[in-house]
């Protein structure tokens, strides 16, 4: 069935949008472990794509290497590790929401300027003619 169809490195960086050269790098640094065929070839399973994807999104969001690595190794544990892995991502989304908080004011400091910029250009034109 579908647990048993693997994918070659090639594949997987199609299926998950990252070179294979990242995937590599999650590899060498335990936030994926890769099976290998009998000739030393990295083959992939369909539940590594999801993984795969999560682990990016816990980078792009802002999670340390060494919090996802944590977040790995508890995952490959199994189903025991759940409220560890649930308490991780708790504070996880906790973090998240400040950053989201940070932006906002960042968006609001600059449509202030941008404001600012309009209506003194408008004036600007207005006295001048």
Known sequence: GKESSTMKIGEISNKT???????????KKGLLKV????????YYKESDIEWIKFIRR???TGMLIKDIQHYSELRYVGSITMPERLQILQLHRNYVLEQ??????????LDDKI??????IKNMTKHNL
């Open 100 to 109: 989201q908080l940070k932006w906002t004011e960042y968006l609001q400091n």
């Open 58 to 60: 816990l980078k792009e």
């Open 115 to 120: 404001e600012f910029y309009q209506q003194s």
């Open 35 to 42: 099976d290998r065929d009998k000739n030393g070839r990295r």
């Open 17 to 27: 949008n990252l070179p294979a050269s990242t995937l590599r790098y999650y590899e």
